[in-house]
């Protein structure tokens, strides 16, 4: 009880902080509104889980908002996903409403194929400030302005960790606190080279690895928020990445190859099986880690830059979007506003997946409560977000990320040189799109 | 009916006892090599999420959980016997469908001479050149303009038309003997008869042949549903690409659904392979 | 053109000169010509069937080649500057390199091990039908499972072939990542692949030798090395060619291995070393969406694989021995 009430308090402390506008508001943070007229919609998602979920979400905005409306859900497989809506795009009709996700989404808005649902959200009374910048940044035209894409879900990554071996190694458990200089001894003390264990892997793909690290140096990671140039090769990102690679080299951390991918996925399979005593990876992992894991673990938020004292996290929201000439753009806007708003995400926040993009604290909390009663601190992540940091990423050339990763941990590269090379092709990629 | 009698292999020699040992070591172990990725598959399908990558490789499941996986399977793709079902219908109606247009085609290139014939061959050859990948688009836009997309239309019509299965038909038709087709011709047959009343009948084998190919190839068929019919009809290969989701690989439930999509063609294998050894026989490949 | 009257063309028709050349077009006598429409009839409901599902695609890929295209915004018509660029391209030779290389690995061991497995299986063996299934069996696999299945085999360490050569100290070889090294799954998977289809075809190449060589070759003293060197390879030879030319096509088009193998990591390698054209021109389009310049690599592609094409149709004279063309042998 006492817990839920901290919880609750160091919520409103931090949405306080976080979306001053929304501190004296009692009314929802995000209302629905009645539709004018009905018709019919197709929503396009990549995950079945949330085809459940926000299915009956749809639902109710049927029943209370909009009788008679007609929505398709069509779930896509998330490999072929992205392919499928160019694929229709090249048709000149994207669906109704689709999920999308920040590196995919400058392109549609570059292109001005997605609708701006900014006018909309004004004209119902609600400020698209109060998802903050994290969250909706990426979702703006090149010039700040417009909305592109309504937060279905926030994420952010803190670190895994295997309670039971750092039992074993005789450590304390690591509290918010903790510094660089203290993970790389935890990583040292939990590796055990002969039965193959690894203290950690933190380096991984572009949202849940070393991007954290570049970001608690204070450099906005792999590129300037306002997509100008490359940030790879500045102090902090070297720092960070010499910082990894140091561990790397050192044998606390297995080399991608080892791991299987860049993936958490492949991450998270080892930690599973007790190879690996320390990842880090998105709050998206939780249903699986208290469903699969079969020993005591927690989650603790990233250890404080020794210079810049910050502990930070990359945030990354995957929101819905609309094609620029859907037919019925009012309809269409009216269900975005139901999805993200209070009600319309009750669903989402109950379903124990990943926390709902509404920042009402009451939804916040419903989602920490829909993994029952756990002794696993799930706040972190919620704490992550106070200090967060949207990721600047181009899906066209997302391949540098895990390329990066490669060269520095597989092949032996040094940090210069393959910072070097990455950015070549992100400065590149930079300059095209601007011609 | 007129059967032509297959070619006996070679008993010119027979091989010694510690020969024929020999070559039973040397192409087991290849067949092991051969079947492996099957048994890792099957032995995948049947471990527990734990089980996945521990190490060291667990070579058998030591914790057998096929009934689990494949609850789970059924759990996360309820409709996963509907696609199996679908795949199903669209296998069976490309093979109806190519069997038709091509065992016509092929006929008529085999026996017929027409302006352009060479030139007609030859092009159709020429689109099993083209990479798939480079008409993805194209195709949608094609399926879209006759309003065909998430039908069986899609799945089916555009796949019963084939260079590849015409080819082969033709092989075969070319090889068995004029004189049997002129005898006929000479009662009076017109070409439909002929084709129906002796040329395919002598052709067993090589339909089996035709029919093997045909069927791995729709019950594999990814890409083409995938563009023209990822919703509804859905086959088999989306519902097993839709098992693995942005944040989660879940292998032993995909190597569940992968395990179950591809025993019946293994089935099929072993029901027909005698046959399409024979048939590939008969389809001769020779000039 | 004159409203109300008889276009002109259709008026040709009545012209008898006209009508009579237009039908020895079709042949000379009326048994001809019978046959002339009979074979086009027989073939059109396939043909219009290509033309009309693949052809039309393929005419459309190939004009798209033509502009820079997005899908987002309307395409600009660009002529030939897409062929420019891919000349000039150093990933499009980079995947051509790494095309050639596969070629000539995959060929020639594809081409051996089907062969040597069918001469074995071509012998009296026990169990010949578990054989061949066995070796069969891969060819009626998902692609996609395969695939997956092997970049478990060679994941290192926790992959099967690391506990395999473990004692070799090469249980931790970053086979899928290393770009000196990546080739090699992929060509061991498509010949892994594609191995069952080509061994049939050699045994039904090897079945169809009339056996009577053999034992007038036997009676003329040849050994086994001379059997298989002057009767089993020549009168081979022209399925020898049919799976060369397959294989070339095949090899020219391999995708599913590359993307699916790679795809947890770098997709087409580090630095493109894994990289195909089909792999390449996929890539251009869908994620550098560049659809205009990866239907100009598609079409650069195909006439890499009709000009291999041709030029083994022309060169199969020099080597592949047709029965037909030589002297009557058959007893």
Redesign the interface.
């Known amino acids: 009880m006492l817990r839920r009430s901290v919880t609750l308090l160091v919520l409103l402390a931090l949405v306080t902080l976080a979306v001053p506008v929304m501190a004296q508001e009692t009314e929802p943070t995000i209302p629905a509104a009645p539709c004018v007229a009905p018709g019919e919609l197709t929503l396009w998602l990549w995950d079945e889980n949330w085809a459940e979920v926000i299915g009956d979400s749809v639902e109710l905005w049927k029943t209370e908002y909009c009788p008679d409306a007609e929505v398709t859900i069509e779930v896509n497989p998330w490999g072929q996903y992205w392919d499928l809506l160019k694929t229709a795009a090249a048709s000149g009709d994207l669906p109704d409403i689709f999920t999308m996700s920040q590196p995919n989404a400058f392109f549609y808005i570059d292109n001005n194929a997605l609708m701006d649902l900014e006018p909309y959200f004004e004209a119902a009374g609600i400020d698209s400030n109060l998802w903050g910048s994290g969250s909706v940044g990426p979702y703006r035209g090149a010039d700040g302005t417009g909305l592109y894409s309504a937060p279905v879900e926030w994420v952010t990554v803190a670190v895994y960790y295997n309670k039971d071996m750092m039992d074993a190694a005789g450590l304390e458990y690591p509290t918010a606190d903790w510094t660089w200089d203290d993970f790389a001894e935890y990583a040292a003390a939990l590796t055990d080279e002969e039965a193959g264990v690894y203290g950690a892997e933190v380096y991984m793909e572009y949202q849940s690895g070393f991007p954290n690290w570049i970001a608690m140096t204070g450099v906005s990671p792999l590129i300037e928020a306002d997509r100008s140039r490359c940030t790879l090769q500045d102090a902090g990102s070297i720092e960070a990445l010499q910082f990894l690679k140091g561990l790397a080299d050192a044998g606390y951390m297995p080399p991608p190859s080892i791991v299987g991918s860049t993936s958490p996925d492949d991450a998270f399979n080892l930690f599973k099986s007790g190879q690996l005593a320390m990842m880090s990876v998105g709050a998206w992992k939780l249903p699986q880690a208290f469903e699969e894991l079969e020993f005591n673990w927690d989650v603790v938020t990233f250890p404080k830059n020794p210079t810049t004292g910050r502990s930070r996290s990359t945030l990354h929201a995957v929101g819905y979007s609309a094609g620029a000439n859907a037919e019925n753009p009012d309809l269409v806007a009216n269900l975005i506003q139901f999805l993200v708003s209070d009600e319309g995400q009750r669903f989402f926040a109950e379903a124990g997946g990943v926390a709902p993009g509404n920042p009402n604290p009451e939804l916040q909390q419903m989602w920490i409560d829909s993994f029952g009663d756990t002794n696993v601190n799930i706040q972190a992540f919620i704490d992550a977000i106070q200090d967060s940091q949207g990721i600047t990423d181009f899906d066209e050339i997302d391949s540098v990320n895990n390329e990066l990763v490669l060269n520095i941990f597989d092949l032996g590269m040094s940090v210069e040189e393959a910072t070097a090379k990455a950015c070549e092709v992100i400065d590149a990629y930079i300059a095209s799109m601007s011609e | 009916m007129i059967r032509r009698e297959a070619q006996a292999e070679p008993s010119y020699k027979a091989l010694s006892w510690f020969q024929v040992g020999g070559l039973i070591v040397v192409l087991g172990a290849g067949a092991l090599i051969m079947v492996l990725p099957f048994l890792w598959m099957f032995s995948s399908a049947c471990k527990p999420p734990a089980e996945i990558n521990k190490l060291p490789v667990t070579w058998l499941p030591q914790e057998v959980a096929c009934q689990t996986n494949l609850d789970d399977l059924y759990d996360q793709s309820p409709r996963f016997s509907e696609y199996m079902v679908n795949t199903a219908i669209m296998t069976v109606g490309r093979l109806v469908g190519q069997f038709i247009t091509c065992s016509l085609a092929a006929y008529g290139f085999a026996r017929f001479k027409f302006p352009g014939r060479n030139l007609l061959f030859a092009a159709s050859l020429g689109l099993l050149m083209v990479p798939f990948q480079a008409i993805m688009i194209p195709e949608y836009l094609l399926m879209r303009a006759i309003s065909w997309t998430n039908t069986f239309f899609a799945l089916i019509v555009p796949g019963s038309f084939s260079a590849f299965a015409m080819f082969l038909l033709r092989q075969s038709f070319m090889q068995i003997p004029r004189e049997i087709e002129e005898a006929a011709e000479i009662d009076g047959a017109n070409p439909l008869k002929i084709l129906w009343y002796v040329v395919l009948p002598l052709s067993g084998p090589a339909l089996a042949a035709f029919a093997v190919i045909t069927v791995q190839a729709a019950w594999n068929d990814f890409l083409w549903p995938l563009v023209t019919a990822s919703q509804n009809p859905r086959v088999v290969t989306i519902g097993i690409a839709l098992l693995q989701g942005e944040r989660k690989t879940p292998w032993n439930i995909i190597m569940m659904g992968s395990l179950l999509a591809t025993l019946p063609m293994i089935i099929l294998f072993i029901l027909l392979q005698r046959y399409f050894i024979e048939g590939i026989s008969m389809s001769g490949l020779k000039g | 053109m004159a409203s109300g009257g008889t276009p002109v063309p259709l008026l040709y028709l009545t012209n008898p000169y006209v009508m009579s050349t237009l039908l020895n077009?079709?042949?000379h006598t009326p048994l001809?010509r019978r046959?002339?429409?009979?074979?086009?009839?027989?073939?059109a409901?396939?043909?219009l069937?290509?033309f009309f599902?693949?052809?039309?695609?393929?005419i459309?890929?190939f004009a798209?080649s033509l502009n820079e295209w997005?899908?987002?915004?309307p395409p600009v018509f660009t002529g030939l500057d897409n062929f420019g660029r891919m000349l000039g391209d150093n990933l499009f030779w980079r995947a051509l390199g790494n095309t050639v290389k596969l070629a000539l690995g995959v060929i020639p061991a594809e081409v051996i091990?089907a062969l040597g497995?069918a001469l074995?299986?071509?012998?009296?063996?026990?169990?010949r039908?578990?054989?061949?299934?066995?070796?069969?069996?891969?060819?009626?696999?998902?692609?996609?499972?395969?695939s997956?299945?092997?970049t478990?085999?060679f994941?290192?360490?926790?992959?099967?072939l690391g506990?395999l050569l473990q004692p070799f100290g090469l249980r931790?070889t970053?086979w899928?990542?290393?770009?000196e090294l990546v080739l090699i799954p992929v060509g061991v998977v498509t010949v892994?692949q594609r191995?069952?289809f080509d061994m049939?075809?050699f045994?039904?190449?090897?079945?169809?030798?009339p056996?009577e060589l053999?034992?007038a070759a036997?009676i003329d003293g040849a050994g086994?090395w001379q059997r298989l060197r002057y009767v089993t390879l020549p009168l081979l030879s022209?399925?020898t060619f049919?799976v060369l030319t397959l294989l070339v096509?095949s090899v020219f088009?391999i995708?599913d291995q590359v993307y699916i193998m790679t795809?947890?990591?770098?997709?087409?390698g580090?630095?493109g070393s894994a990289l195909t054209?089909?792999v390449f021109?996929?890539e251009e389009?869908?994620?550098?969406?560049r659809?205009g310049y990866?239907?100009a690599?598609?079409l650069g592609?195909?006439l890499i694989?009709?000009f291999l094409?041709a030029l083994q149709l022309w060169g199969q004279r020099l080597w592949v021995y047709?029965?037909?063309e030589a002297p009557e042998v058959k007893a």
């Not at chain 3, 046959?35 to 073939?43: E, R, S």
């Not at chain 3, 061949?132 to 395969?146: D, G, H, M, Q």
């Not at chain 3, 994941?155 to 099967?160: A, D, I, N, S, V």
């Open positions: 077009f079709f042949g001809s046959k002339a429409f009979w074979g086009l009839a027989l073939v409901p396939n043909l069937g290509l599902f693949f052809g039309v695609p393929v459309i890929a798209t997005n899908v987002l915004a091990l497995v074995i299986l071509n012998q009296q063996l026990p169990a039908g578990i054989f061949r299934t066995a070796y069969f069996l891969p060819v009626v696999t998902s692609s996609v499972a395969a997956v299945v092997w478990w085999i994941q290192p360490r926790y992959g099967l506990s931790d970053a899928l990542t290393r770009p892994w191995l069952g049939v075809l045994l039904a190449g090897l079945q169809a030798i056996r053999y034992e036997t086994r022209p399925t049919l096509i088009q995708f795809a947890r990591t770098v997709r087409g580090v630095d054209l089909p021109l996929y389009a869908f994620t550098r969406n659809f990866a239907s690599v598609a592609l195909f694989i009709l094409t047709y029965e037909s």
